[in-house]
């Protein structure tokens, strides 16, 4: 049985610091591509992060330079480090696995609710 499990969201006042976690089990964590989606209210689900088996990153245009996405093989977690928050930022953050080769193996965690004050 497949599971994602987010933590480490919460309120937080603006400029200030999450760590977001997601940690996985009953995949073959180092075959797949991990992502951080977020929705906020009355808006679409959109990308946030990326991080492939390899390591390479990528990050929608809003976060870059304030969140960092990492990935810890060992420990099948997937990271989301977010600085400097802002009030736009407040969305339920949700954790995404694909394989890198079979698309259609995707999962999804029940995702965790960050928000900013401002």
């Known amino acids: 049985q497949v599971q994602l499990v987010e933590s480490g969201g919460g309120l937080v006042q603006a400029g200030g610091s999450l760590r977001l976690s997601c940690a996985t089990s009953?995949?073959?964590?180092?075959?797949?591509?991990l992502g951080w989606y977020r929705q906020a209210p009355g808006k679409q689900r959109e990308l946030v992060a990326t991080i492939t088996p390899d390591y390479f990153t990528n990050y929608v245009d809003s976060v870059k330079g304030r969140f960092t996405v990492s990935r810890d093989n060992a420990k099948n977690t997937v990271y989301l480090q977010m600085n400097n928050l802002k009030p736009e930022d407040t969305a339920v953050y949700y954790c995404?696995?694909?394989?890198?080769?079979?698309?259609?193996?995707?999962?999804w965690g029940q995702g965790t609710q960050v928000t900013v004050s401002s």
């Open positions: 995404n696995a694909k394989h890198f080769l079979r698309a259609s193996l995707e999962y």
């Open positions: 009953g995949i073959t964590f180092s075959n797949f591509k």
